[in-house]
């Protein structure tokens, strides 16, 4: 009996201190090192551009009327042609003017004939005055008679030159190269001074002209680099320059009216179409430019992570600026050299290990 007391008393102690003994250590796990995409950064230029949309048009366009009154008996170009400078565009009937001409010619020939008479008449009774072989009241009679020829020739001079001025303006002429827009008249139409006959433009140059804010005119220059992209054509710039720059703001608007021109040689450009104009006002030197999906929208700030010299990830508060693209300027809280996290960033905590993959 006494020993199975003992025995129990032994199994019961036994038990108390095994269940006393020291705890077994859970093993630490080590975290795995995140795998990241970096690029370091660098400073650059970065171009402070004026972005707006216009209307091709064409340099110059004008409006050509008759100066003269007529039938018009022939066109010689029609709408989308294109004509030399003092090219005949349309012409009206000339028969009236002809005769006209023909008529001021003769007049004339007639005074000249007259004059030449006077003229032999006043200097024959030049001669004969000193002799008083004539009286001072018939010399004075035949020099009234010269003057009175030599001055009605000078008017008919001017009638003839007059008729034949009347005679040219029965032929519309282009001022200019360029491109016939529009046509006013038909064949057999009477057309009167002042009428329109035609419309034409000017397309060598095309000018576009857009409106910008004022915080952009103050930095704006007529040397100011200008590109120019067409929607219709190639996506490829073209380069234009800055003609003219408004002095006056739109009242509605608030903005400047600038107009600019670019060249267009192979008159591919045609007016009307929509053209995208970028303006480089300004450069900032060595600006910080991160790529826009690398920073992190906090609730109450902007961050970016970096890669520090142990492979651990140092998140940084940051100060955006300008966008340029997909970039953005840093103005604060980078700097140039530091290592960017571009990828794999919104996984990040400070501190943890990182690993860099290409």
């Not at 006056?248 to 009307?272: Q, S, Y």
């Not at 790529?291 to 992570?305: A, G, L, M, T, Y």
């Not at 140092?314 to 840093?330: C, M, N, Y």
Request: proline share 4%; glycine share 6%.
């Amino acid at each position: 009996m006494k020993t199975t007391i003992v025995v129990m008393i032994g199994l019961s102690l036994l038990v108390i201190f095994t269940r006393c003994g020291p705890a077994e250590e859970n093993p630490v796990v080590e975290a795995k090192p995140r795998a990241v995409r970096v690029e370091t950064i660098v400073c650059r230029d970065l171009p402070i551009m004026v972005n707006s949309v216009g209307r091709l048009a064409p340099n110059r366009s004008v409006v050509l009327s008759a100066q003269v009154s007529g039938i018009l008996k022939q066109y010689n170009a029609d709408v989308g042609s294109q004509v030399d400078s003092g090219s005949t565009l349309a012409m009206l009937d000339v028969t009236d003017y002809a005769l006209s001409l023909s008529e001021a010619k003769a007049n004339l020939l007639a005074a000249q004939a007259r004059q030449s008479a006077a003229k032999n008449t006043f200097e024959r009774t030049g001669r004969l005055l000193p002799e008083k072989a004539i009286t001072t009241e018939l010399f004075d009679k035949a020099e009234a008679e010269y003057k009175s020829a030599k001055a009605q020739v000078a008017q008919l001079t001017n009638m003839v030159a007059l008729a034949r001025r009347r005679l040219e303006k029965t032929s519309v002429l282009a001022p200019f190269e360029g491109y016939v827009t529009q046509r006013f008249v038909e064949l057999g139409q009477n057309v009167s001074v002042g009428n329109p006959v035609m419309q034409l433009a000017d397309m060598k140059t095309m000018r576009v002209k857009i409106y910008i804010n004022e915080l952009s005119y103050v930095h704006l220059d007529k040397d100011d680099p200008v590109k120019i992209t067409v929607e219709a054509f190639s996506q490829t710039p073209i380069v234009g320059r800055v003609d003219k720059i408004g002095i006056k703001a739109d009242a509605r608007t608030n903005t400047f009216e600038i107009e600019i021109l670019v060249d267009n040689p192979d008159f591919h450009l045609k007016a009307g179409l929509t053209a995208r104009v970028a303006i480089q006002i300004e450069v900032i030197p060595d600006a910080v430019m991160i790529p826009q999906n690398s920073v992190i929208f906090r609730e109450k700030r902007k961050e970016v992570f970096v890669v520090d010299q142990d492979n651990l990830a140092v998140a940084r508060e940051v100060t955006l600026g300008r966008v340029d693209g997909s970039d953005v300027r840093i103005r604060k809280g980078l700097n140039p050299g530091d290592k960017l996290v571009v990828a794999g960033g919104q996984y990040l905590k400070p501190g943890v290990k990182v690993v860099v993959t290409p």
